[in-house]
């Protein structure tokens, strides 16, 4: 026997008379005449090449093949129902899979308020999160792996050919041993002093492949005050960066928000008011490829959590 074509409607009549075991009440809930149910039930086993009832004047009974496919036949039944419902949810972005990158300082403070948010709203989206580095994600777009993902970069260098909503600018700050001579004399020096003597410390920092537009602001500050800066040490994650800071391997800038991470023997030190603007600012930005109509990230992406903020810079 081919493989052959089943019609849906075909399976319902099934169905309906499984459950009355009587052709005249399955016709009539069908809205049919019985002869035209009783030559589909025929046609359906012919095609099956099993008998599907015994069939006698007094009675109508499954047989054993009968019973053995009700359930798939209902559960097949119970999803063709589904199906308009689910194209018209997918449509609008409430079902579906979304795949969000994000790098580790949102994880501090944004981004469990903001996954908590869609979860409630979009209960029947399955929301995969993917800690990585920006230029992982980058990578992992090119390939199809992301829809949407949290990036750092300094201002006005989101990357390109992205949709792009800007979450939150700050400043950098600086993470020192908490032994280290700075904070003690981070009241009492000028902000001039301050600065040079940070400047001429060794420096831990990450890559410049991870956030280039960062790498090359934060080098950029070292050369406007003459300086070259003393690279001791790259780490990719932020966590690293300040553990190794806590090890006393030398000072690292970071934005604002890692100040939320604690770690025994790392102090946190704003750059005095009078010289912050010197000091280069990050945002972060969620982004998609603009190429890309998801309406999956459509919607997360005006799904920010209220009262949302992120300090800007002053």
């Known amino acids: 026997m081919k493989d052959a074509t ?55 009974k499954l047989t054993e093949a009968g019973r053995a496919i009700l359930d798939d036949v209902l559960g097949l039944l119970a999803r063709a129902q589904q199906l308009p419902w689910r194209a018209r949810a997918a449509a609008q972005g409430q079902t579906g899979l979304l795949r969000l990158g994000f790098v580790s300082t949102i994880g501090f403070d944004v981004l469990p308020a903001w996954v908590q948010a869609f979860r409630t709203q979009y209960p029947q989206v399955q929301l995969e999160l993917i800690e990585a580095t920006g230029d992982v994600q980058l990578q992992a777009f090119e390939r199809g792996e992301l829809d949407a993902g949290f990036m750092l970069h300094s201002p006005g260098f989101a990357p390109p050919d992205f949709a792009c909503r800007r979450i939150s600018a700050e400043p950098l700050v600086l993470a020192l041993p908490a032994q280290h001579p700075l904070v003690a004399q981070a009241s009492t020096l000028s902000s001039s002093a301050f600065l040079a003597q940070a400047l001429a410390e060794p420096l831990v920092i990450f890559p410049r492949r991870i956030v280039p537009s960062l790498h090359d602001a934060i080098f950029g500050l070292y050369h406007a005050q003459g300086r070259s800066p003393q690279v001791v040490q790259e780490a990719i994650q932020m966590q690293t960066i300040i553990n190794l800071v806590s090890a006393g391997l030398g000072l690292a800038w970071v934005p604002r928000s890692v100040t939320q991470f604690r770690r025994e023997g790392v102090v946190y030190q704003a750059l005095p008011a009078s010289r912050r603007p010197l000091v280069p600012t990050c945002e972060t930005s969620l982004l998609w490829p603009s190429a890309v109509q998801s309406p999956v990230v459509a919607c997360f992406a005006v799904c920010a959590p209220p009262g949302l903020s992120r300090v800007e810079p002053d």
């Open 6 to 60: 089943i019609e849906l409607r075909v399976w319902r009549q099934f169905a309906v008379l499984a459950e009355e075991l009587h052709f005249g009440r399955a016709a009539q809930r069908l809205h049919m005449t019985q002869p035209p149910l009783t030559q589909a039930i025929a046609q359906l086993e012919a095609t099956l090449q099993v008998r599907l009832f015994d069939r006698t004047r007094r009675s109508v």
